[in-house]
Structure formats: C-alpha cells, structure tokens
C-alpha cells in the first residue's frame, strides 16, 4: 500500500495543476500580509473604537496570530476551487491517459488502487493546508511579532498567547477533514467520468447547491441542513471561542467522517465493478 501511494503522489506532483494551489496561496497570503502591514492598524482601531472607551486595552493586539486567523478566515472558504483541481484528476486523468487498463491489470486489488487514490488526496490536501499554515502563521510572526490573539468573528475575544497555538493545531486538523469530505466528492465523480473537467465543475456545483438549499427558509430544508456537510465546513472557527463548544465540534466530526465514509464506499463499488475494456 505504502508502494501504492508514493506512485499516486508522484503522479500528483508531476502534473502543473497540482502546483495552482500552492501558488495562489502564497500569492494570496502575502497579498493580504502586506495590505494588513500598511493598514491592517486602521481595522484594529476601527473594530475596538466603541470599547476603549470602556475597557483599557493591553499588548500588541496587531500581531502574527492575528494576521494568521484572518488569512485562515479569508482563504479557506476558496481551498475547495484548489483541491478539486487534483481530487477531479485522480481517476479521470487515468481515464484520459488510457492507462485504466494498465492499473487495473497490474497484481494489487482493486481496492488497494482506490484506497492508495484517496490517501493520496488526503495527503495532497494536508501539504496544501500546511503550505497555508506555514505562510499565515509562521511568516505573519516573523512580520508582524506575537502577542494576544484578537478574534473577531463571534464578538469579540482576546486570546492569551500561551492558549493560541493549540486552537490553531485544532483549527488545521478540523480544516483539513473539511477539505478531505470535497476531495473525496471530486474523486466520486473521477470515478465516473473520463475527463477531469466534469468532477471538477460537479463538486463545486454540489458544493453550492448545499449552500443554496441551506439558505432557503423552507422547514423541511431547515430540518436536513445539520446533515448537509457544509453546514459544517466552518466549524474550525469554534476553536478560536471562548469557551470552546467541543460538543459542536465533535458532532461536525462526526458528520464529516461519515460523508468520507459514505463517499469511499460508493466510490471503491463503482471502482470495483468498473469494465477494464471501456
């Protein structure tokens, strides 16, 4: 299996596609970094204008963490557009090499070939989300110095220093069973088509009719909207409230895991039964 997935990922890497995520979050990252080093004091002042009146602010509240939470914010909503540029290519890029005959003949099982596919996107979309990771956190404390964490999403609150890192850790590991649930969808649909293009524009659509169908004031669509997977998506950001809801968060887990399962399943049936000679 190890043979199996150091192949895949080989695969991966040898494809410029692979590398349009890892290029536009840099660009982004440092777009941001340096928009936030000119102005970014301006958005500080402005969020906490009506409370230093009242309360007596302390430390540099403009800092790395800071920067870092607000790039997790702002670019892990655009991942997806990233991820299925690869997870779509998976099987359907096989299908248009026309080499699905090559792998399917060789002496593994099935199984093994469609569970190295998507261990391999799973470790695609944690180099990616480390890649991310690193620029926000690691290169915004050089910049930018540490200090308190100011969130800024549910009210405010302040985060002491030492309590940030492992709401961070948190943050990325929620993150990426997040992504993993829309590469596992992209390799669904490489499983059924023979051009990446189709899984591509199928998981994004999916994507935004869950969306839809979740904003619409219709009870019955209210009813199954805590079992959409995107109701979901965002609840890496729980980590940075205080106190933090680990009930909502393992039940998000929970949820995710089992769309992940649900999708690995049905997608290694297709594989399985899928004719060598088309």
């Given at each position: 299996?190890?043979?199996?997935?150091?192949?895949?990922?080989?695969?991966?890497?040898?494809?410029?596609?692979?590398?349009?995520?890892?290029?536009?979050?840099?660009?982004?990252?440092?777009?941001?970094?340096?928009?936030?080093?000119?102005?970014?004091?301006?958005?500080?002042?402005?969020?906490?204008?009506?409370?230093?009146?009242?309360?007596?602010?302390?430390?540099n509240?403009?800092?790395?963490?800071?920067?870092?939470?607000?790039?997790?914010?702002?670019?892990?909503?655009?991942?997806?557009?990233?991820?299925?540029?690869?997870?779509?290519?998976?099987?359907?890029?096989?299908?248009?090499?026309?080499t699905?005959?090559?792998?399917?003949?060789?002496?593994?099982s099935?199984?093994?070939?469609?569970?190295?596919?998507?261990?391999?996107?799973?470790?695609?979309?944690?180099?990616?989300?480390?890649?991310?990771?690193?620029?926000?956190?690691?290169?915004?404390?050089?910049?930018?110095?540490?200090?308190?964490?100011?969130?800024?999403?549910?009210?405010?609150?302040?985060?002491?220093?030492?309590?940030?890192?492992?709401?961070?850790?948190?943050?990325?590991?929620?993150?990426?069973?997040?992504?993993t649930?829309?590469?596992?969808?992209?390799?669904?649909?490489?499983?059924?088509?023979q051009?990446?293009?189709?899984?591509?524009?199928?998981?994004?659509?999916?994507?935004?009719?869950?969306?839809?169908?979740?904003a619409?004031?219709?009870?019955?669509?209210?009813?199954?909207?805590?079992?959409?997977?995107?109701?979901?998506?965002?609840?890496?950001?729980?980590?940075?409230?205080?106190?933090?809801?680990?009930?909502?968060?393992?039940?998000?887990?929970?949820?995710?895991?089992?769309?992940?399962?649900?999708?690995?399943?049905?997608?290694?049936?297709?594989?399985?039964?899928?004719?060598?000679?088309?």
């Amino acid at each position: 299996m190890i043979t199996l997935v150091i192949i895949e990922l080989q695969k991966i890497f040898k494809k410029w596609r692979t590398y349009i995520g890892f290029i536009a979050i840099g660009l982004l990252a440092i777009i941001v970094q340096l928009a936030l080093y000119f102005t970014g004091q301006k958005l500080i002042d402005s969020q906490l204008k009506n409370f230093e009146q009242t309360f007596i602010m302390v430390g540099n509240l403009f800092n790395g963490y800071f920067i870092a939470h607000l790039i997790l914010g702002a670019l892990i909503i655009h991942v997806p557009f990233l991820i299925v540029l690869v997870g779509g290519d998976l099987l359907a890029g096989e299908a248009t090499a026309g080499t699905y005959r090559m792998i399917l003949t060789r002496p593994v099982s099935r199984l093994q070939v469609i569970t190295s596919k998507f261990i391999s996107g799973f470790i695609y979309v944690v180099l990616l989300l480390a890649w991310l990771a690193f620029l926000s956190i690691g290169v915004s404390l050089i910049i930018f110095g540490s200090g308190p964490l100011l969130s800024l999403g549910n009210g405010i609150v302040i985060i002491a220093e030492n309590d940030i890192l492992w709401r961070f850790l948190g943050a990325y590991a929620f993150a990426a069973l997040s992504m993993t649930t829309v590469i596992c969808f992209a390799i669904l649909f490489s499983s059924l088509v023979q051009n990446a293009i189709g899984p591509i524009v199928s998981t994004m659509a999916v994507i935004f009719v869950f969306l839809i169908l979740s904003a619409l004031p219709v009870e019955f669509l209210q009813n199954l909207r805590p079992y959409f997977f995107t109701s979901h998506m965002l609840q890496w950001d729980n980590f940075f409230r205080d106190p933090v809801n680990y009930s909502e968060i393992l039940k998000s887990t929970w949820i995710l895991l089992a769309h992940i399962a649900g999708l690995y399943l049905i997608t290694t049936y297709i594989f399985i039964k899928k004719d060598i000679l088309s």
